[in-house]
């Protein structure tokens, strides 16, 4: 009860930050009422209160009337599956994945570089704000987007400098700046609706997601939020992967099998105005999911290591890390199952279930990925990297999956990934 009312708090909060007439007009009604309860004259207080009460009542209904004229002109339906042109290209990011349930563009080499990047983040203390057009529909679109849900409207951090491995091996500075959920929900998420007013269609992703040639807009081009997704893949001291099932309340991959931890870059992960290392960043954003949602220790953490990137087309082009982390824990000392988070604790809203399954990191030391997009089998499947794939068999999330590639990649590359791990205890 008290996760739907603060949800519900930040939703209407929400809504009235964009209807400020309309809140301001209830005000002046309600003042209106002001003068008939103070000590003046009958005269004087009864003509004020009448003269405020017409007034206030005039704007009142004028913005009562505009406001339901707006909000009813407003359609949305949901597109299953995403449509893109079959020529869309992505700055920087060469190779697009298809997935059951979604697509990701990433660069390998670009993957293979992450792991000792030096580049700083240039923070902005100045919030992302949607675009004029898309906060004049804010309102309607949260309405229906979260409809059946309580999202949480909590503070994230949006990405503006495009990753490539140019400007990792440069170690260019990258820039961001503080964002929050509800802009993500109503800007990147609407890639996967068909949004019209009063019978005339917008063309979301020819305003917002391509340019004429129909590539990607870069994300410093870009109008969306764009907020930064965190993922990690942690395996136990018996080599046990730990996976996470989200809860049909999360509004993205809702009811799918997920990584050990997976969410948002926040502002508290490290970017509190210091000069911060992106990697830094990106791991603690990663561990602190991980210890959220898998009710992982941080004492239990050795070390992590980003192990990809890539941006998640269906989300508007959105930002997405992978890493891997190793724990000192065994399997057996984890809590798993469908009890792991208390009827009384937040997380369980979000995460309805934790697991462990086998994974085999010996067969991929001879594998060869070859091209990742030229396969109808997905890479981390090719290469045994899960013996059992009946759990996750239709239900893998996107960074699931994209996580586990990145995983198959890095341990091709490096064989010797988690011994390398487990020297060194982690920050």
């Known amino acids: ?36 309860l103070l000590d003046l004259p009958t005269e004087v207080a009864w003509l004020l209160a009448a003269a405020g009460l017409v007034l206030a009542t005039v704007f009142l209904v004028r913005d009562v009337l505009g406001l339901l004229g707006r909000w009813s002109s407003w359609s949305m339906r949901r597109l299953q599956p995403v449509r893109f042109p079959e020529s869309l290209t992505v700055p920087f990011l060469p190779v ?57 409207n909590g503070p994230d951090v949006a990405l503006e400098t495009d990753l490539s491995l140019a400007a990792i091996e440069s170690g260019e500075e990258i820039k961001a700046r503080p964002g929050n959920f509800f802009s993500e929900l109503c800007s990147n998420e609407l890639t996967g609706w068909a949004i019209s007013s009063s019978g005339n269609s917008i063309d979301f992703k020819e305003r917002y997601l391509f340019d004429s040639r129909n590539q990607l807009l870069s994300l410093g081009q870009s109008q969306l939020a764009n907020g930064i997704g965190v993922s990690t893949l942690a395996i136990t ?9 989200q809860s049909v ?19 508290r992960d490290g970017l509190d105005g210091h000069d911060s290392l992106l990697i830094d960043v990106v791991i603690r954003g990663a561990e602190r999911e991980l210890c959220e949602e898998g009710r992982i220790k941080p004492a239990w953490i050795r070390q992590s290591r980003v192990i990809g990137y890539s941006r998640w087309l269906d989300r508007g082009g959105k930002p997405e890390f992978y890493c891997v982390t190793s724990l000192s824990v065994h399997s057996s000392e984890l809590r798993t199952g469908s009890g792991t988070h208390s009827m009384l604790s937040e997380e369980r809203t979000w995460t309805s279930d934790v697991q462990v399954l ?8 001879g594998f060869d990925p070859g091209d990742p997009a ?46 390398d791990l487990e020297l060194k205890q982690s920050r």
Not at 250 to 266: D, H, K, V
Not at 375 to 385: K, M, V
Not at 391 to 418: E, F, K, M, Q
């Open 358 to 365: 086998d994974v085999n990191l010996t067969t991929i030391k």
């Open 237 to 245: 001291s018996d080599s046990k992967l730990v996976l996470t099932l």
């Open 96 to 152: 697009i994945i298809e997935t059951p349930t979604g697509r990701v563009a990433i660069d390998p080499n670009l993957d293979a570089a992450l792991a000792t990047a030096q580049n700083r983040i240039q923070w902005s203390v100045k919030p992302y704000r949607l675009p004029d057009e898309l906060a004049r529909l804010a309102p309607y679109i949260l309405r229906t987007s979260a409809s059946g849900r309580w999202p949480f």
């Open 249 to 267: 309340s999360s509004q993205t991959s809702g009811g799918m099998w997920a990584p050990s931890g997976s969410g948002a870059l926040e502002p």
């Open 374 to 419: 030229s396969h109808t089998l997905p890479l981390w499947a090719r290469a045994g990297l899960i013996p059992n794939v009946d759990i996750l068999t239709g239900s893998t999330s996107v960074p699931l999956h994209a996580s586990l590639d990145a995983l198959a990649r890095t341990v091709h590359r490096s064989p010797h990934l988690l011994a």
């Open 1 to 36: 009860m008290r996760i739907r009312l603060r949800s519900l708090f930040h939703v209407a909060l929400f809504v009235m930050r964009a209807e400020l007439v309309f809140v301001v007009a209830i005000i002046g009604f309600l003042i209106g009422l002001v003068p008939s």
